[in-house]
């Protein structure tokens, strides 16, 4: 079992930023690539970004690209980050971060094994 926990959510302002954390605890041997999701009031959760085991693999949703930047460390509590950059009313959502164990790196929900309880972010115009 991998236990993911969220923080850094929050209000901000258009044009503001925030950081996301995701803290993972438990069966972490093998390595597992960790990914951002997000999901508005009314829609499907859908992917923002996810990076690899080591780091040197990342992908990112077409509309936060150049905005979002997801990154990992590794040397203790493996953590991974999302910095928010730019922030429009539309990126207003609950993020989730969640797990995948093993090499790949995908971008769709149901590949991941391990889900956050999730954290708001809101954004005002």
């Known amino acids: 079992q991998v236990q993911l926990v969220e923080s850094g959510g929050g209000l901000v302002q258009a044009g503001g930023s925030l950081r996301l954390s995701c803290a993972a605890s438990?069966?972490?041997?093998?390595?597992?690539?960790m990914g951002w999701f997000r999901q508005a009031p009314g829609k499907e959760r859908v992917f923002v970004a996810t990076i690899n085991w080591s780091g040197t693999v990342t992908y990112y949703l077409d509309s936060v690209k150049g905005r979002f930047t997801i990154s990992r460390d590794n040397a203790k509590r493996s953590t991974v980050y999302l910095q928010m950059n730019s922030l429009k009313p539309e990126d207003t959502a609950v993020y989730y971060c969640?797990?995948?164990?093993?090499?790949?790196?995908?971008?769709?929900?149901?590949?991941?094994?391990?889900w956050g309880q999730g954290t708001q972010v809101t954004v005002s115009s």
């Open positions: 438990g069966r972490t041997f093998g390595g597992y690539a």
């Open positions: 969640a797990a995948k164990v093993g090499a790949r790196v995908p971008t769709t929900s149901y590949e991941y094994d391990y």
